[in-house]
């Protein structure tokens, strides 16, 4: 079981170390986590709608403006999450690449986004633009712009303005042959895509990158993959985002076209959504809710006691880092197992109870990620309480791949508190 686990170790650790390093992709999950606030506000106000539970219908719609506010909010929020996220992208892609300029960058970046989108006949902008729909294409744009702007600030290509005009204004300028050189290439390739099938280049990167990316990474084996794979570099101490960044702003997008889908009367398409993620992995990613549980009403080492009345209302919240660090999980060869084992074994129980109908399909609703379990398995699922029997079956499964992992790690740490207090004794009597 060590040489296992050191191989293990001598393989994950080198992926993950080299993933952390590539800027783009944790600019991409720290702007996903910055924008994940909003898309949570749309997502209530969707779950205010459609919610249909008891007589809940009956009271949104006697309530007089009710549905046209959380329509109207929905509307610019969650549906135009792709904007905000190419915001927020473009300015913390440039900080990490340092472009001091990556604020002003930002109307550049709006601007190549909708350059290259598709528009309505009257020349309006298209809802799918700023959407889910786009977003693949607003990670593009949110990467490509601040990293041009930056080479041709390198250049040289650039206004130079005097020391006495202010920075503000100095940044605008300094930008202007840039800005104007990014917007006018935009222009020429979504122009050699206007006469194509595609439409336009945002057309084309939902077509060929985001519409494969999305059958690949929410299949079983795919979303199984990389879930389990997050869980695995969590055992050497690595952030389980440098993994789940590339599955996320997929999930999000299942979200919404289950939300669409919803709301226009249509069949739910995807089973693996935000949700869906969130629900495999109680008390954070690896499941270590279940350890902590285990810990503290089952264990008699006073470390695993303490650690776990200390971990338990964090784990509860989706917050293990008290177990991970504490218990600990991070390199401790009983842990590994169970953290792979129980996030692969709670996909294929969520992935085969909702394939075979007996538990609904999300509703694409995006929840808190500190939503506790059972909680977030009723507010999401269009079939609530099936959804919280299938959770406290996942929990219980759970608890049993654990247990034995957790009671010899125990067992262990018993054993070495018995010879510290031994050996404290003999000390005493030795005095």
């Known amino acids: 079981m060590n ?47 459609y919610l249909d539970i008891g007589p809940w219908q009956s009271i949104v719609q006697s309530i007089p403006g009710f549905v046209d506010v959380c329509s109207k909010i929905s509307a610019f929020t969650s549906d135009t999450f792709g904007l905000f996220i190419l915001i927020l992208l473009t300015y913390m892609y440039g900080r990490r690449i ?40 607003a990670m593009l744009v949110g990467i490509a712009v601040p990293r041009a702007v930056q080479f041709l600030i390198n250049k040289g290509i650039v206004i130079r303005m005097p020391s006495s005009v202010p920075k503000f ?13 990014v917007c006018i290439l935009a222009g020429i390739i979504n122009t050699a895509f206007v006469s194509t099938e595609f439409g336009s280049f945002q057309g084309f990167i ?22 389990t794979l997050a869980s695995a570099i969590l055992w050497p101490g690595l952030h389980a985002n440098t993994i789940m960044g590339v599955i996320t702003p997929l999930t999000l997008a299942a979200s919404a076209a289950n939300q669409a889908a919803i709301a226009a009367g249509e069949t739910i398409p995807h089973i693996i959504d935000f949700q869906f993620m969130m629900i495999c992995d109680p008390g954070g990613q690896a499941a270590l809710l279940l350890p902590c549980l285990i810990g503290l009403f089952m264990s008699k080492s ?13 784990a509860i919240f989706g917050i293990g880092e008290p177990i991970l660090f504490g218990f ?23 992935y085969f109870a909702i394939d075979f109908g007996l538990v609904g399909y ?40 654990w247990l034995p992992f957790v009671r010899l790690y125990d067992k262990k740490l018993m054993e070495q508190e018995q010879e510290a207090l031994s050996d404290g004794e003999a000390v005493m009597q030795t005095e």
């Open 3 to 49: 040489k296992l686990l050191d191989r293990l170790e001598k393989l994950l650790t080198p992926v993950g170390e080299k993933l952390q390093k590539i800027k783009a992709m944790s600019a991409i999950a720290e702007a996903m986590q910055a924008g994940m606030p909003i898309l949570i506000i749309g997502s209530f106000c969707t779950l205010f709608l």
């Open 206 to 227: 939902y077509t060929v990158i985001q519409t494969p990316l999305l059958s690949i990474g929410l299949s079983f084996g795919g979303f199984a993959l990389i879930i």
């Open 362 to 401: 999300f509703s694409g609703v995006v929840l808190p990620w500190t939503t506790p379990p059972i909680l977030n398995a009723f507010l999401a699922s269009t079939t609530p309480v099936a959804a919280v029997i299938c959770q406290i079956f996942m929990l219980v499964v759970d608890g049993l791949i």
């Open 328 to 350: 600990p999980c991070m390199f401790n060869v009983y842990m590994f197992l169970p953290m792979v084992l129980s996030t692969f074994v709670n996909v294929c129980i969520w």
């Open 302 to 314: 006073k470390q695993i006691k303490q650690v776990s009345k200390v971990g338990i209302v964090p």
């Open 169 to 181: 204004v100095e940044e605008g300028f300094k930008l202007l042959i840039p800005g104007f050189i």
């Open 98 to 137: 340092g472009l001091k300029e990556n604020l002003t960058c930002i109307p550049f970046a709006i601007a190549v986004m909708f350059i290259l989108a598709p528009v309505a006949e009257d020349g309006s902008i298209l809802k799918n633009t700023v959407g889910m729909q786009a977003l693949i294409s």
